[in-house]
């Protein structure tokens, strides 16, 4: 599982110009449950919307997960796949482009 | 007298023997007896690999790795016998697009008489109706044919064919690789999108439409240096939020499930 990678991720972003947000394809109750027991640090939608006929992934043309999207600070779609190191390695090079500050590396 | 009769009985016999011998089977009659060989044979093999199964299950031997083979691959020499015997004729077509329709996920002789077939098929009757059910084979030549002689069969397909779908395909076959490659901004791209809207207004083959509206909004939307749309919706406690409320910030948009 990603969770604590992606936790981690969000305490070293912690006040840079960065956020990290979920898209969950559980019922409620199962995504409440996995949120309090992996201490899960971060905003995620419900993929189900009751307001709309079509889920969010259905509307972002995604059929495989876990998928990670990448944006920058102009919302234009940087990275798009399954590959969590490489998502993050995209991630941590906009965010340092972005406020002048090095990219840090895993493990350091 | 009663020798002139017995000669003429058997000359008649004969005569009738002969013209018996001489008789065949009309392409119409003779598509129909093939296919219906093949049903009965197709109903064997499944009946055979039932039985094999049952037998396994109950401790037998495992299914041998030809019992999985399709019944259909002897069929396909006969098919293409039948259409060289019609070739250049109308009566060729039901056999070529049966080969067409069965045989091109077999391998080695089977496949390359199928894709024969359709190379028939999209040159020599490219003005027949039939070609419908060809379907994405039509919209793939640059399978049968390299780059230059797909080009060239896929416009004279758009040019000729009656049918609406055939030249949709036809059209799809020509540009869909502009679609999935050239860069969103370029002109080719706006040029390959615009062509293949157009000729899909009005035809019903709802899979390429859909297929090819999902392929351009993925590339419009979600390739590299493209804006997505906003999300808004709500989050786990209810409150309603939307992704532009974050932008101006590195987003890592993560679609996750705990599994």
């Known amino acids: 599982m990603l969770y604590p990678h ?14 990290l947000i979920g898209v969950n394809s559980d019922d409620l109750d199962r995504a409440q449950a996995a949120v309090r027991k992996n201490k899960i640090n971060w905003r995620s939608f419900q993929n189900q919307r009751k307001e709309s006929k079509t889920s969010i992934s259905e509307d972002w043309l995604l059929y495989t997960w876990p998928t990670i999207v990448v944006l920058d600070a102009d919302f234009k779609v940087c990275y798009r796949g399954g590959d969590c190191d490489e998502a993050t390695a995209v991630a941590r090079r906009l965010v340092s482009e972005l406020d002048g500050k090095p990219a840090e590396v895993d493990g350091q | 007298m009663k020798a002139r009769l017995i000669a003429a009985v058997l000359l008649t016999l004969g005569f009738a023997q002969v013209s018996y011998g001489q008789v065949e089977a009309s392409p119409e009659q003779r598509y129909q007896d093939l296919t219906a060989e093949v049903a009965g044979a ?18 037998g031997p495992p299914i041998p790795a030809d019992a999985f083979q399709s019944p259909l691959i002897p069929f396909v020499a006969k098919f293409d016998a039948a259409a060289k015997d019609y070739a250049g004729t109308s009566d060729a077509i039901p ?22 077939a359709v190379r028939t098929l999209v040159t020599t009757h490219r003005k027949s109706p039939s070609l419908e059910k060809l379907e994405w084979m039509v919209g793939r030549l640059d399978y049968f044919y390299d780059e230059k002689e797909a080009l060239e069969v896929g416009l004279q397909l758009e040019k000729e064919s009656p049918s609406s779908k055939v030249r949709a395909y036809a059209t799809f076959s020509r540009v869909g690789a502009t679609i999935n490659k050239a860069p969103v901004d370029s002109d080719e791209f ?31 939307n979600f390739s590299l240096g493209m804006s997505p749309p906003d999300i808004v919706g709500v989050d786990l406690d209810g409150v309603e939020f939307s992704l532009s409320d974050y932008k101006g910030k590195v ?7 705990d599994w």
Not at chain 1, 6 to 19: C, G, H, I, Q, Y
Not at chain 2, 46 to 53: D, G, I, Q, S, V
Not at chain 2, 208 to 214: F, P
Request: charged share 35%; hydrophobic share 45%.
């Open chain 2, 190 to 220: 706006r040029k390959a999108k615009s062509e293949i809207l157009k000729v899909l207004e009005g035809v019903e083959i709802d899979d390429l439409a859909s297929s090819v509206k999902t392929r351009i909004k993925m590339r419009e």
């Open chain 2, 42 to 59: 197709n109903e064997a093999w499944k009946a055979r690999l039932a039985e094999l199964r049952d037998a396994e299950k109950n401790g």
């Open chain 2, 95 to 116: 056999f070529l697009t049966w080969m067409a329709q069965n045989a091109l996920p077999m391998v080695g002789d089977q496949r390359k008489a199928a894709k024969d």
């Open chain 1, 6 to 19: 992606e936790r981690s991720l969000v305490d070293e972003m912690k006040n840079r110009p960065f956020a």
């Open chain 2, 251 to 257: 987003l890592f948009i993560d679609f996750w499930g």
